[in-house]
């Protein structure tokens, strides 16, 4: 079955320490997102990528980076630079346009102790 | 950009017929969602409007009226296992990468 793969589910975060979140499709989806979601609150685009070797910044990039390698995978790294990394991330990727909504991966729990 | 506007909780009683409401401001409308999120877990995607009118998916349905800014879900028989967040989300038009912009959610308690 087709889907996406996030890893880990939840992640430690020691302060000034960057770490990196997994997100693997297999349905063949050219564009690809990165959402961060805080308790009570909806989603907040953090980056995301069209196609192979682009990827843009969204309304919060700050503290984060990408890179997309191959059409299947989309890794965020949360950098040091994030003051505030705990949150629910989410991984999304979708059809092309006018084909339906997004598909979400499990999400990453991260927490800065 | 976007501004989306949903109530923030709604309580209704197994059974029964709900309606959540979603405005939205936009610079470049192409497209609303709603999706379901139960507590702990992802989102869901349950339905896409881009024309006006009602889309009808079995116990879910959505409207939209493009020049109000204005969508609604409609579930019909709820089951206690509709508690949850709905998120009402709007793509943009401005670019061809599909990104959407998504409400704060509405959290639906159904009781007995």
């Known amino acids: 079955d087709g889907g996406i793969t996030q890893s880990p589910k939840y992640l430690f975060r020691k302060e000034g320490q960057n770490v990196t979140l997994s997100c693997e499709q297999n349905l063949n989806h050219d564009a690809m997102y990165w959402y961060r979601q805080d308790p009570g609150q909806g989603l907040r685009l953090i980056y995301y990528?069209?196609?192979?070797?682009?990827?843009q910044k969204g309304d919060i990039a700050e503290g984060y980076s990408v890179s997309r390698e191959k059409k299947e995978s989309f890794p965020l790294t949360v950098t040091s630079a994030q003051k505030n990394p705990t949150a629910f991330y989410l991984c999304?990727?979708?059809?092309?346009?006018?084909?339906?909504?997004?598909?979400f991966g499990s999400g990453t729990r991260l927490t800065v102790v | 950009g976007q501004n989306i506007d949903q109530p923030t909780e709604m309580t209704a009683t197994e059974g029964a017929i709900v309606q959540i409401n979603c405005t939205y401001q936009?610079?470049?409308?192409?497209?609303l969602f709603w999706y379901q999120q139960h507590a702990g877990e992802a989102p869901t995607f349950l339905s896409y409007?881009?024309?006006?009118g009602l889309e009808e998916k079995g116990r879910f349905s959505s409207f939209l009226s493009r020049s109000k800014g204005y969508s609604y879900l409609l579930l019909k028989e709820l089951q206690m296992k509709d508690s949850a967040s709905y998120l009402c989300a709007v793509r943009d038009r401005s670019t061809n990468a599909g990104k959407s912009t998504f409400g704060d959610g509405t959290t639906l308690t159904v009781k007995p």
């Open positions: 409007n881009v024309l006006d």
């Open positions: 999304a990727s979708s059809p092309p346009q006018g084909l339906g909504g997004y598909t």
């Open positions: 936009t610079s470049g409308f192409n497209g």
């Open positions: 990528s069209q196609i192979v070797n682009d990827f």
